[in-house]
C-alpha cells in the first residue's frame, strides 16, 4: 500500500480528528493522526505528502509550527482548518496551501485534499 | 494605631485683672522681703553687694512674673536702697553726689536686665511654640500622605486635631459627587451637629476645585480664646492637605471605577470569544459527521455510520451542556439559582454522567470508588449531574491522555462527599485560592486549553446553593483533587441567595 498518498492530521479535537481521518481513509489516503504537537513531531519520520494542520494546539502556538516546518528540506503542502481566524504573520510563516474555517463540510476538505495531492 | 499628638503649648490667655494685680504685689512683697533680710545682714555687707543682691531680685521678677513687675521693682529697689542703705539712712536724701550717680546706674541697670531678660523668655517661648507648629503640620501631612483609606485618614486626622487643637469636639463631613458616598467623622467628647452655629464653633468650607465637597466643623471649650495665627495656620495647611487627600481619594476611585469598567468590558469580549470557540468545536464535529454521511460517494460501513452518528449525539450534548453552564452562570450571577431539590441517589448521577461521557473519556482509565447503600440525598439532579460533569470535563480537559481519573463517594458526617482526583499536572498553588472564580483560567502561556472559565464557578454555585461546600486541592502523588459535600438534610442555608451570591464577586483573570 506504498502508492497510497500519506496525510498527517493534527487536530487536538479526537471526535473531529476521527471523522477526518475515517473520511481521508474511506477516499483512498494513508492516515496518521497526532493530537498535538509534540505528538505531530514524532510521528514525521516519515515525510507526509499532505498535513492537515489545527493551528489552535494545546501545546504549541502557529509560532512553534512554523518553526518546525521551516526545518523541512523541501516544503509540506499544508491546509490549515482553525475555527478563530488565524493571525495573519503566522498564516504567511506557514505558507499553507488552503485554509478552511471551522465548521466546514467535509467535501470541502476532500476536495482541497484531492487538489493537491490526487488519490489514486 | 494612631499616634496620640502633644497639644500644642499655647500662649497664656489674658490673664483676669486680679492675677495682675497679685504680681504686682509679689513683686512689692519680693523686694520688702529682701530689703528686711539684707537690713539685718547689713553689717557684714557692703553698699555694693546690697545693689547687687538688690539687682538679683529684680531679674527674678522679671524672669518670674514678667517685663512690668520687673520695672516696677527696680524702682522700689532704688527707692529702699537710698532710703534704708544710703546714708544718711531713714532719709531720701543722699549726701555724695556720686551716690546719686550710683542710684541712677543701678535702676537704669536693673530696669535694661529686666527689660532683656523678659524679652529673650518671650523670644524662647515663641522659637518653641513655632517649632512645635511646624513639628505638628509635619506629622499631620504624614499622616495624611501615609493613609490611603479616605474613612481611617478621616478618623486619625480628628482625632490628631481634637489634641493637638484641645478642641472639645471636632467633625468632618464630606459629600462626594464622585462616588465615595457620604463619609462623617467625629472625634472629641461632645458630639456635633453639622448645621451647628454655636459662636464657639469654627466652621471651614472644603473644597475641590471650584466644587465644595464638605464642611470641617471644630467646637471650642466654653471660655476658650479664639485661635491664635499659629493654630489658624496650622487649621488651614491642615484643611489644604486634607482636600488634596480627598482629591486623590476620589480621582483613586474613579481610575478604579474606569478600570473595573475596563476589565469587565475585556472579560466579556474574551467571554464571548471562549464561548464562540467551544460551541463551534462540537459545531465542527457535528457538521463534519452530518456531511460525511451524506456524501454518496463513499460506502460506509455499519461502523463509520455509527460512528458518524454517535459523534453528532455526543457533540449535541456537549453543546448542550455548555449552553446550560452559560446559563446557570448567569443565573447565579444574578443570584436566582434555585435548585428543584428532590430526593436521589448520587450514584444514579454519577453513573449517568459517566455514560454520557464515555465517549470523550477516551484513553483516561476511570477508577470509581463508590459506597455502597449511601442514603438518598436532596438535589436538583440536572444541576448535580452538571456539577459531576464539569469536573470530569475539567479533569479530561487539564490532564494528559492515558493518565487515570478517580471519582470517590462516602458519606462523611451528615453530608456526602464526592471527589475527583486526576493525575495530571496539579494546579500551581499560587492558582489555588482562584481557581473557583468566575472567568478565571490557569493559563499556560500562549497555548493551552481554551474555555469560558465559567465551569468550576458553576460548580461552586450550584454546591453552595444546595448548602454544600467546594474543596481543591492538589495530591500528594501529584495532580489535581476536587471535592464537593452535598447535605442529608435540607438546611435552612441552602435556601438564602448569600451562598451563590458570593461567587458574583468575580475575580479578574490576571
Known amino acids: ?120 | 494605631m494612631v499616634k496620640q499628638f502633644a497639644a500644642l503649648p499655647f500662649r497664656p490667655d489674658p490673664r483676669p485683672a486680679w492675677y495682675n494685680r497679685l504680681r504686682y504685689l509679689a513683686a512689692a512683697l519680693g523686694v520688702t522681703v529682701a530689703t528686711g533680710v539684707l537690713w539685718l545682714a547689713q553689717p557684714v555687707l557692703s553698699l555694693g553687694s546690697v545693689y547687687l543682691i538688690y539687682l538679683v531680685i529684680v531679674v527674678a521678677v522679671a524672669v518670674g512674673w514678667g517685663l512690668r513687675q520687673g520695672v516696677l521693682a527696680s524702682g522700689l529697689a532704688f527707692l529702699c536702697a537710698n532710703y534704708f542703705f544710703h546714708p544718711p539712712v531713714f532719709t531720701f536724701d543722699i549726701a555724695q553726689p556720686q551716690d546719686v550717680l550710683a542710684l541712677v546706674i543701678f535702676l537704669g541697670i536693673a530696669t535694661l536686665t529686666s527689660q532683656l531678660v523678659a524679652s529673650l523668655q518671650r523670644e524662647a517661648q515663641e522659637a518653641r511654640r513655632s517649632q512645635q507648629v511646624t513639628a505638628t503640620l509635619y506629622e499631620l501631612s504624614q499622616t495624611i500622605n501615609r493613609q490611603h483609606n479616605l474613612a481611617s485618614l478621616l478618623q486619625e486626622v480628628t482625632v490628631q486635631l481634637c489634641n493637638v487643637l484641645n478642641l472639645e469636639s471636632i467633625i468632618i463631613s464630606i459629600v462626594d459627587p464622585g462616588g465615595l458616598g457620604r463619609v462623617t467623622t467625629h472625634s472629641g467628647s461632645s458630639p456635633l451637629a453639622e448645621n451647628n452655629a454655636d459662636t464657639n464653633v469654627v466652621r471651614l468650607p472644603l473644597t475641590a476645585g471650584v466644587h465644595s465637597i464638605g464642611n470641617l466643623l471644630m467646637k471650642l471649650p466654653a471660655g476658650r480664646r479664639p485661635f491664635d495665627l499659629e493654630e489658624r495656620r496650622i487649621v488651614e495647611a491642615f484643611r489644604d492637605q486634607l482636600q488634596m487627600a480627598i482629591e486623590r481619594a476620589q480621582l483613586q476611585q474613579t481610575a478604579i471605577q474606569i478600570e473595573v469598567l475596563r476589565r469587565t468590558d475585556s472579560l466579556r469580549l474574551a467571554l464571548l470569544s471562549a464561548v464562540a470557540h467551544d460551541l463551534r468545536t462540537p459545531l465542527t464535529s457535528i457538521k463534519a459527521s452530518a456531511t460525511s454521511l451524506l456524501n454518496m460517494k463513499i460506502n460506509w460501513s455499519e461502523e463509520d455510520e455509527s460512528a458518524f452518528l454517535g459523534a453528532i449525539v455526543g457533540e449535541a450534548d456537549h453543546i448542550n451542556s455548555l449552553v446550560s453552564n452559560l446559563l446557570d452562570s448567569a443565573r447565579i450571577e444574578e443570584g436566582r439559582l434555585s435548585p428543584h431539590k428532590e430526593l436521589h441517589s448520587i450514584s444514579d448521577v454519577i453513573e449517568t454522567v459517566l455514560e454520557r461521557l464515555t465517549p470523550r473519556l477516551k484513553g483516561h482509565p476511570l477508577q470509581t470508588e463508590i459506597e455502597p447503600d449511601l442514603p438518598f440525598i436532596p438535589m436538583d439532579v440536572v444541576e448535580i449531574d452538571e456539577v459531576i460533569t464539569n469536573l470530569l470535563e475539567n479533569a479530561i480537559k487539564y490532564t494528559p491522555p492515558g493518565t487515570p481519573i478517580h471519582i470517590r463517594a462516602k458519606q462523611q458526617g451528615d453530608a456526602i462527599k464526592i471527589e475527583v482526583a486526576d493525575e495530571g499536572p496539579g494546579i500551581p498553588p499560587q492558582h489555588l485560592q482562584y481557581i473557583f472564580d468566575r472567568f478565571y483560567r490557569v493559563a499556560k502561556g500562549g497555548a493551552g486549553p481554551t474555555g469560558t472559565g465559567l465551569g468550576l464557578s458553576i460548580v461552586k454555585g450550584i454546591v453552595e446553593a444546595h448548602g454544600g461546600e467546594v474543596q481543591v486541592s492538589n495530591r500528594l502523588g501529584g495532580g489535581a483533587m476536587f471535592s464537593f459535600t452535598l447535605p442529608l438534610q435540607t438546611s435552612n442555608r441552602s435556601e438564602q441567595p448569600t451562598a451563590v451570591e458570593r461567587v458574583n464577586g468575580a475575580s479578574v483573570p490576571s
Open chain 1, 1 to 120: 500500500m506504498a502508492q497510497q498518498p500519506f496525510v498527517l492530521v493534527v487536530e487536538d479535537d479526537d471526535q473531529l480528528r476521527s471523522i477526518i481521518a475515517r473520511n481521508l481513509k474511506a477516499s483512498g489516503y494513508f492516515v496518521l493522526q497526532a493530537a498535538n504537537f509534540s505528538e505531530a513531531v514524532d510521528r514525521i519520520d516519515i515525510k507526509p505528502n499532505l498535513m492537515i494542520l489545527d493551528i489552535n494546539l494545546p501545546d504549541a502556538t502557529g509560532w512553534d509550527v512554523a518553526k518546525w516546518l521551516a526545518s523541512f528540506t523541501s516544503p509540506v503542502p499544508i491546509i490549515v482548518i482553525s475555527g478563530a481566524t488565524p493571525d495573519p504573520k503566522q498564516l504567511e510563516h506557514i505558507e499553507p496551501k488552503a485554509f478552511l474555517a471551522k465548521p466546514f463540510a467535509i467535501e470541502e476538505l476532500l476536495e482541497l485534499v484531492q487538489q493537491h495531492v490526487p488519490s489514486k
